[in-house]
């Protein structure tokens, strides 16, 4: 959309900051090898680059037109070209719940258990506060920015472009794989790096396909009907139960919804035989929902006949129980993330420091499940819970009913406040209800799946781009006539440059372009070169080093992590090759850095765990590294009480240093807590002493 309002120069400055907020829907393509964290690293870090490029140039036009760029134009009569515009706050009901959302988890970061882990986030998850304020600003930013239900539309139809693609890269996957990035799997994962949450970014994208089928006519209709079977298939290889749940229960309720509110809010008749959007009859609309659940019932009565068995995607949809290995750890861990929520009930223990919060009342049976190390409860409601407390929790929940309350305001224009009473729209125009009330059911549809499916995930960056994306939708629809009439914005003219202004825009910019460098460019080119450190075979691991030093030296946030995974990977080479254990030069830079990281966070249990292995590795050039490494062991024992890594290090180094009664003594503690995990004990101490 073109301002003819603006100066040349500040009308090419508003395409651009259009075109950086859309490219940012493309971030899920960024995927390399070249990088630690190869699937999560370069989407994290290209997103936060774009939002805070946007996000300068985005300031300069608030401030030089602050009536265009800091409030929402609303019509409310006339023609579309002529009618008066009334101006509402850019603070929408939904802006604010998201804000609270914002606030709440900095509050929990700032009392919490590690703020420093709160903020930054790790290189892993792509997390933490400074993470969730670029999610903020690029939802703010859209809101502002794209006006009309045609701008909409095409931002729509270049998430489910991208969502295709890596679909697309998921069914090469299940058909032999591709290189480094796309190895052959069962369960695929495309460009996104994992199952589940490659399932929740297509359930999202699957949605916002059905409504652009409905949406669009011609050959866009027949690419959203493709895209839409496209993205149906790949959930299904993914074997992510949850997924599948969630788009159960969104189908469930758009069909319920379209049928049983339909007559009330759009034809204003209760004629049952009257045919809704779809051209569907209500007897239709029962009658698919009969044949969703006899589908599903039958899926579970032939669970055991060899076409489900045989085929690994449907005898995982299929089976599952209570004692089943995944649900027994996810109930395991529920049970612990409970423990530690109460403990700090209000605002719990602040985003990322879940593994830390729960550490001391997770059970010793989770060694037995594939669970066992996660850092997630892999349910919102105990993750939100333990990271936000209460007051996250309901913040988190309240956007959801929020929005929820504005889609379903859009389908009663006369209670909505859209427009005036007597206006055109109010007295009949039955097509365009139709078109809000398409849009009020699929997007209720959506969120319902969303808030399924994340019972049994946790938010990652694709599901939280996909749901910022979502919210900033449904505001420009719902807060304006956008899905009734073309929306006009109401340009101002620009205003003076005070002297506060400038500096404001000269401060703001400043910070932006260093947070581009220090904050971006330096974390990734430390994981370019973590990456490098990894990559290393045994034979050449005597080089790692150099690279780890240029990687630390970066001084970017990460940098303990980075530790971690070079000791980590170190120590197994070692184990390959014991000629690395005489390599000081790497022992000195590894075991300061996570001597940082413990000054610096001394509630994670990684990276005592790390250095106490990197000591007793190390011993052999100073017996004292292993007082070291027991004294880091039993730090991590208090924080970990139910974890048998410790009592590893604590056997180990009780047992090199010719202690061998308290090498028992640790043997029967474990044994006392879980006898499986004793016996793994005592065998590893059988093989050392």
């Not at 490098?532 to 005597?542: D, G, H, K, R, V």
């Amino acid at each position: 959309m073109k301002i003819s309002d603006f100066s040349k120069t500040d009308n090419k400055i508003f395409g651009l900051i259009k075109i950086l907020l859309a490219a940012c829907l493309a971030a899920p393509l960024f995927a390399s090898a070249s990088f630690i964290f190869p699937y999560t690293a370069p989407k994290v870090f290209a997103f936060r680059i774009l939002v805070e490029i946007a996000a300068a140039l985005y300031l300069y036009l608030a401030l030089k037109y602050p009536k265009t760029f800091c409030h929402f134009g609303r019509s409310v009569s006339g023609e579309p070209e002529s009618r008066p515009a009334r101006y509402t706050s850019w603070f929408t009901s939904v802006a604010g719940a998201v804000l609270v959302f914002f606030a709440i988890n900095l509050l929990s970061a700032i009392f919490g258990l590690d703020f420093y882990n709160s903020f930054w986030g790790s290189l892993e998850r792509g997390g933490g506060v400074w993470g969730l304020a670029h999610f903020v600003a690029w939802f703010l930013m859209l809101s502002a920015v794209f006006k009309g239900q045609q701008d909409w539309v095409k931002l729509a139809g270049i998430s489910v472009a991208v969502a295709v693609f890596i679909a697309l890269t998921a069914l090469i996957q299940r058909l032999g794989g591709w290189g480094i990035l796309l190895p052959a799997n069962g369960r695929v994962f495309g460009l996104i790096g994992n199952a589940g949450f490659f399932a929740g970014y297509a359930l999202l994208n699957l949605f916002l396909a059905g409504y652009l089928f409905f949406a669009s006519a011609g050959w866009r209709k027949w690419f959203f009907a493709i895209s839409s079977l496209l993205l149906t298939i790949s959930l299904l290889l993914s074997g992510t139960r949850g997924a599948w749940l969630g788009l159960a229960a969104g189908i469930i309720i758009f069909l319920f919804n379209q049928e049983v509110c339909r007559p009330k809010l759009v034809s204003g008749s209760s004629d049952r035989k009257s045919q809704n959007k779809f051209g569907m009859t209500k007897k239709t609309s029962w009658v698919f929902l009969a044949i969703i659940f006899v589908l599903i019932i039958s899926l579970f009565l032939f669970r055991g006949n060899d076409l489900v068995k045989n085929n690994s995607t449907l005898y995982r949809l299929t089976h599952f129980s209570l004692s089943d290995a995944t649900t027994q750890s996810r109930l395991l861990l529920w049970q612990g993330a409970w423990r530690a929520w109460q403990t700090k009930p209000i605002l719990g223990f602040g985003p990322e420091n879940f593994e830390a919060a729960t550490g001391r009342y997770l059970s010793p049976r989770l060694a037995e499940f594939e669970a066992y190390a996660t850092d997630r409860a892999h349910n919102f409601i105990f993750d939100y819970g333990v990271a936000t407390g209460w007051l996250g929790l309901l913040a988190y929940l309240g956007i959801f009913i929020i929005v929820s309350y504005e889609l379903i305001r859009v389908v009663i224009p006369a209670k909505a406040g859209i427009h005036a009473p007597g206006s055109r729209i109010e007295s009949g125009m039955t097509e365009n209800k139709k078109k809000a009330f398409l849009f009020s059911v699929i997007f209720l549809s959506l969120l319902a799946a969303y808030l399924v499916q994340n019972f049994f995930i946790f938010d990652s960056f694709v599901s939280y781009l996909m749901l910022f994306f979502v919210l900033a939708f449904i505001v420009n629809i719902t807060q304006s006539d956008c899905v009734i009439f073309p929306c006009r914005r109401e340009i101002s003219r620009g205003g003076e440059w005070s002297v506060f202004k400038k500096i404001i825009l000269l401060l703001v910019v400043g910070y932006l372009l260093t947070a581009v460098y220090s904050f971006n460019f330096k974390p990734l080119l430390a994981a370019y070169r973590a990456n490098q450190i990894l990559s290393l075979p045994a034979e050449n691991a005597a080089l790692e080093a150099p690279l780890l030093k240029d990687a630390l030296d970066l001084g970017a946030f990460g940098s303990a992590e980075i530790a971690y995974q070079a000791s980590l990977d170190y120590i197994d080479k070692i184990n390959q090759n014991p000629a690395l254990a005489q390599n000081e030069d790497f022992y000195n830079i590894a075991a300061a850095a996570l001597a940082k990281g413990i000054e610096r966070s001394p509630d994670q249990a990684g990276n005592y765990l790390a250095l106490a292995w990197l000591d007793l590795y190390f011993s052999t050039q100073d017996r004292g590294r292993m007082s070291m490494a027991i004294d880091l062991g039993n730090r991590a024992k208090e924080l970990r009480p139910n974890k048998k890594d410790a009592y590893l290090v604590l056997a180990a180094g009780y047992s090199l240093s010719g202690q061998q009664a308290k090498a028992q003594e640790i043997i029967s503690q474990a044994q006392k807590i879980d006898g499986k995990m004793g016996e793994e004990v005592r065998r590893y101490w059988e093989q050392i002493k």
